[in-house]
T-cell receptor, first 113, second 111 residues
Framework: NAGVTQTPKFRVLKTGQSMTLLCAQD?????MYWYRQDPGMGLRLIHY???????AKGEVPDGYNVSRLKKQNFLLGLESAAPSQTSVYFC????????????FGPGTRLLVL | TQLLEQSPQFLSIQEGENLTVYCNSS?????LQWYRQEPGEGPVLLVT???GGEVKKLKRLTFQFGDARKDSSLHITAAQPGDTGLYLC???????????WGAGTKLIIKP
C-alpha cells in the first residue's frame, strides 16, 4: 500500500503559468481533500470531493480548480499562478467525511515567482 | 481570526523535560484530532477524542478533551528528540460539521 501519493514534490512557476497537481490514493477512500499550508495559518481546505465525479469548494477555493474523474485520483489545477499561491499543498483522503482519520500525502512545495 | 488557537506557537526544551500544549476555541466540537507533522511530510493522526472530559494515553503522550468540548491539551512526559515536530489539532464543529485546523505548535526537543 502506497497510501496517498502526490506529484510533483516541488515546482517553480512564473506568474501566469498553469499547472496541475496530481494526488492518488490506493485505500479505496470515497473522500479526498486538497489543503494548502502556510506558516502561522495552519491547514486551509481548498476543495474536496465526496466521491467520483463530485467536487465542492472549501475555505479558500479562488484561483484553483479540481477534478475527480477516477475514484483514486484527485487533481488540483492552477490556471494562472500568482505569487500568493506559493505554498505547500497537501492532499488527503478518508473513509468518512471530516470526522474520520485523514491520511495525508507528502506534500507539493510550490513557488510562484 | 483563527477559530482554533494553539499555544504555544513554538517550544524548545531539553530531553527529559515535561511539556503541555493547548488547543482552544469558543466553538463546541463533536470530536477533536491531534496530528504530528515532521518536516517534508504530511500530518499523521495521533489520536481522536470524542467525549467531554475524555483522556487518552499514547505511551508518554496524554491527550485530554475539555468537559465542554471546546478545548484540548497534549501533555508529553520525559520528552525525547523523536518527539520533535509540528503538533496540529483539528476539530469538527458541532454546529456545521466543518473540520477546523489549528496553526500548530512547533516542538523541538534538544538532546
Amino acid at each position: 500500500n502506497a497510501g496517498v501519493t502526490q506529484t510533483p514534490k516541488f515546482r517553480v512557476l512564473k506568474t501566469g503559468q498553469s499547472m496541475t497537481l496530481l494526488c492518488a490514493q490506493d485505500m479505496n477512500h470515497e473522500y479526498m481533500y486538497w489543503y494548502r499550508q502556510d506558516p502561522g495559518m495552519g491547514l486551509r481546505l481548498i476543495h474536496y470531493s465526496v466521491g467520483e465525479g463530485t467536487t465542492a469548494k472549501g475555505e479558500v477555493p479562488d484561483g484553483y480548480n479540481v477534478s475527480r474523474l477516477k475514484k483514486q485520483n484527485f487533481l488540483l489545477g492552477l490556471e494562472s499562478a500568482a505569487p500568493s499561491q506559493t505554498s505547500v499543498y497537501f492532499c488527503a483522503s478518508s473513509y468518512v467525511f471530516s470526522e474520520e482519520t485523514q491520511y495525508f500525502g507528502p506534500g507539493t512545495r510550490l513557488l510562484v515567482l | 481570526t483563527q477559530l482554533l488557537e494553539q499555544s504555544p506557537q513554538f517550544l524548545s526544551i531539553q530531553e527529559g523535560e515535561n511539556l503541555t500544549v493547548y488547543c482552544n476555541s469558543s466553538s463546541v466540537f463533536s470530536s477533536l484530532q491531534w496530528y504530528r507533522q515532521e518536516p517534508g511530510e504530511g500530518p499523521v493522526l495521533l489520536v481522536t477524542v470524542v467525549t467531554g472530559g475524555e483522556v487518552k494515553k499514547l505511551k508518554r503522550l496524554t491527550f485530554q478533551f475539555g468537559d465542554a468540548r471546546k478545548d484540548s491539551s497534549l501533555h508529553i512526559t520525559a520528552a525525547q528528540p523523536g518527539d520533535t515536530g509540528l503538533y496540529l489539532c483539528a476539530g469538527v464543529r458541532e454546529s456545521n460539521y466543518q473540520l477546523i485546523w489549528g496553526a500548530g505548535t512547533k516542538l523541538i526537543i534538544k538532546p
